[in-house]
């Protein structure tokens, strides 16, 4: 046995998102959101799920803070619902919404916890949607003057900040294929929408600094490793496409200012003019990247397709697939945030969600002993120990999830939690599982015992 001690000062936390947990989804004057139509239509959601009560977070906050304070967590990471402040998405302020964010930020100042607050995690107001959603160019204008309410009214005490949670996944998802809200299926509209995106990313950084805040201001992207399936140069090129695509899209443009070559030449004309000086504001310097890791991926050329590849889901020896249906492969976080590092950028890095879907169901003394997402959590934290033993700048890492919540297209059929909800229970019992227990001691030692 060994005992792996992380740096003095990391930062242990857990994550969730708005639109995931908090339910209420018509009250206090909130307005529609994007996943609020999408997931009242039918088939989008498996089983017909709807987030309109989800974890009732709205409702549970104080017990839900009290969780986090049993848990031990030095940091809290959550999202902002953009249309419970301004429910037409632009002008009439909701003073009710943004109320709820202010008593949570002092519950946590309170309970000693580190709000990092995230701005965009996908629920667009559906009022702006109704005029073009991201791919229309206002959309950074909207953006901004949101993002101002909310630093005006919580920037004072929330030391971090994310202007985004995963952009790709709105754009490409929501966008091209069409699983995820708004449902739109063109790929041209999806990178107008990332374009926007990373304007939009770019304008608030500009803002908060304008603003004078001493806090500090990232972005959240979901990134993966990918590998040739051989060595030949076809499997290599495509490894390298869809590099570009999943990570390049966004870590090109905000470290390298320019989109990558490889793959505007690939998109060819589909890919869209954009104006002359979008390039410098979206590079603004940031002053932490954070990481969503899940998975790695092993490419081959094939010849269906835009990207004119395969892939399949990578997983390290010993290990399997998620309840999610992706590969566990720890090694590749170590790899990819050495890479990060060697390719992009040396500014401070945070696992902003990493962690297991897994359904383990309550023994007959009610106790959920997820020991699979113990095992699973216990490697991920020792390859992100290796890479700050090889100089990797990692600051914190934040657990995906707090609790069981409302997993988007998979509905409630998928549990990344810490913590139990029971779903079919009005008052949603919420139940630490043993993950919760083995996570409070690593927080409380700093330290894992591999
Ligand atoms: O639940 C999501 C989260 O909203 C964004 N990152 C991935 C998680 C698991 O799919």
């Given at each position: 046995?060994?005992?792996?001690?992380f740096?003095?000062?990391?930062?242990?936390?857990?994550?969730?998102?708005?639109?995931?947990?908090?339910?209420?989804?018509?009250?206090?004057?909130?307005?529609?959101?994007?996943?609020?139509?999408?997931?009242?239509?039918?088939?989008?959601?498996?089983?017909?799920?709807?987030?309109?009560?989800?974890?009732?977070h709205?409702?549970?906050?104080?017990?839900?803070?009290?969780?986090?304070?049993?848990?031990?967590?030095?940091?809290?990471?959550?999202?902002?619902?953009?249309?419970?402040?301004?429910?037409?998405?632009?002008?009439?302020?909701?003073?009710?919404?943004?109320?709820?964010?202010?008593?949570?930020?002092?519950?946590?100042?309170?309970?000693?916890?580190?709000?990092?607050?995230?701005l965009?995690?996908w629920?667009?107001?559906?009022?702006?949607?109704?005029?073009?959603?991201?791919?229309?160019?206002?959309?950074?204008?909207?953006?901004?003057?949101?993002?101002?309410?909310?630093?005006?009214?919580?920037?004072?005490?929330?030391?971090?900040?994310?202007?985004?949670?995963?952009?790709?996944?709105?754009?490409?998802?929501?966008?091209?294929?069409?699983?995820?809200?708004?449902?739109?299926?063109?790929?041209?509209?999806?990178?107008?929408?990332?374009h926007?995106?990373?304007?939009?990313?770019?304008?608030?950084?500009?803002?908060?600094?304008?603003?004078?805040?001493?806090?500090?201001?990232?972005?959240?992207?979901?990134?993966?490793?990918?590998?040739?399936?051989?060595?030949?140069?076809?499997d290599?090129?495509?490894?390298?496409?869809?590099?570009?695509?999943?990570?390049?899209?966004?870590?090109?443009?905000?470290?390298?200012?320019?989109?990558?070559?490889?793959?505007?030449e690939?998109?060819?004309?589909?890919?869209?003019?954009?104006?002359?000086?979008?390039?410098?504001?979206?590079?603004?310097?940031?002053?932490?990247?954070?990481?969503?890791?899940?998975?790695?991926?092993?490419?081959?050329?094939?010849?269906?397709?835009l990207?004119?590849?395969?892939?399949?889901?990578?997983?390290?020896?010993?290990?399997?697939?998620?309840?999610?249906?992706?590969?566990?492969?720890?090694?590749?976080?170590t790899a990819?945030?050495?890479?990060?590092?060697?390719?992009?950028?040396?500014?401070?890095?945070?696992?902003?969600?990493?962690?297991?879907?897994?359904?383990?169901?309550?023994?007959?003394?009610?106790?959920?002993?997820?020991?699979?997402?113990?095992?699973?959590?216990?490697?991920?934290?020792?390859?992100?120990?290796?890479?700050?033993?090889?100089?990797?700048?990692?600051r914190g890492?934040?657990?995906?999830s707090?609790?069981?919540?409302?997993?988007?297209?998979?509905g409630?059929?998928?549990?990344?939690?810490?913590?139990?909800?029971?779903?079919?229970?009005?008052n949603?019992?919420?139940t630490?599982?043993?993950?919760?227990?083995?996570?409070?001691?690593?927080?409380?030692?700093?330290?894992?015992?591999?």
């Amino acid at each position: 046995m060994t005992d792996l001690e992380f740096p003095q000062g990391f930062t242990w936390g857990a994550a969730t998102a708005a639109f995931q947990i908090e339910g209420a989804w018509d009250q206090d004057g909130k307005g529609e959101s994007i996943w609020d139509r999408f997931n009242h239509q039918p088939y989008r959601i498996l089983n017909g799920d709807t987030a309109d009560i989800a974890c009732d977070h709205y409702h549970h906050m104080p017990e839900d803070v009290a969780l986090m304070q049993d848990l031990g967590i030095q940091s809290y990471r959550f999202s902002i619902s953009w249309p419970r402040i301004l429910p037409g998405g632009t002008g009439k302020i909701e003073t009710r919404g943004l109320d709820f964010y202010d008593r949570l930020v002092d519950r946590l100042l309170a309970a000693g916890i580190t709000p990092m607050a995230t701005l965009n995690h996908w629920d667009f107001p559906q009022a702006l949607q109704a005029r073009g959603g991201w791919p229309n160019r206002d959309s950074v204008e909207w953006f901004t003057n949101y993002a101002q309410v909310v630093f005006e009214k919580l920037a004072d005490r929330v030391p971090l900040w994310a202007t985004h949670n995963e952009p790709f996944v709105v754009a490409l998802s929501g966008y091209a294929d069409g699983q995820f809200a708004p449902g739109i299926a063109s790929f041209p509209q999806a990178l107008r929408a990332c374009h926007h995106l990373l304007l939009a990313h770019g304008r608030t950084v500009e803002l908060y600094r304008q603003l004078g805040y001493d806090g500090q201001i990232g972005i959240v992207l979901n990134l993966a490793t990918f590998l040739p399936k051989t060595d030949q140069p076809q499997d290599i090129a495509a490894a390298h496409r869809i590099e570009m695509l999943i990570n390049g899209l966004f870590l090109d443009p905000i470290f390298r200012q320019q989109y990558p070559p490889a793959l505007v030449e690939w998109i060819g004309e589909m890919w869209p003019e954009f104006e002359g000086d979008d390039m410098h504001v979206i590079s603004q310097p940031i002053d932490f990247l954070g990481i969503n890791f899940y998975f790695g991926q092993i490419v081959r050329y094939s010849p269906n397709g835009l990207l004119k590849l395969r892939s399949e889901q990578q997983i390290d020896p010993g290990w399997g697939m998620t309840d999610k249906g992706w590969g566990v492969c720890p090694s590749q976080l170590t790899a990819l945030l050495k890479h990060i590092k060697e390719a992009y950028t040396d500014i401070p890095l945070y696992i902003t969600e990493n962690g297991l879907s897994v359904n383990t169901p309550a023994d007959q003394n009610g106790v959920i002993n997820d020991q699979a997402r113990i095992n699973y959590l216990r490697a991920h934290f020792q390859a992100a120990h290796q890479a700050i033993t090889e100089g990797v700048d990692l600051r914190g890492y934040y657990v995906w999830s707090l609790m069981d919540n409302f997993e988007w297209a998979e509905g409630y059929s998928l549990r990344f939690g810490l913590i139990d909800v029971d779903f079919s229970d009005p008052n949603r019992k919420r139940t630490p599982k043993a993950s919760f227990h083995w996570y409070r001691d690593v927080i409380k030692k700093n330290k894992i015992c591999t």
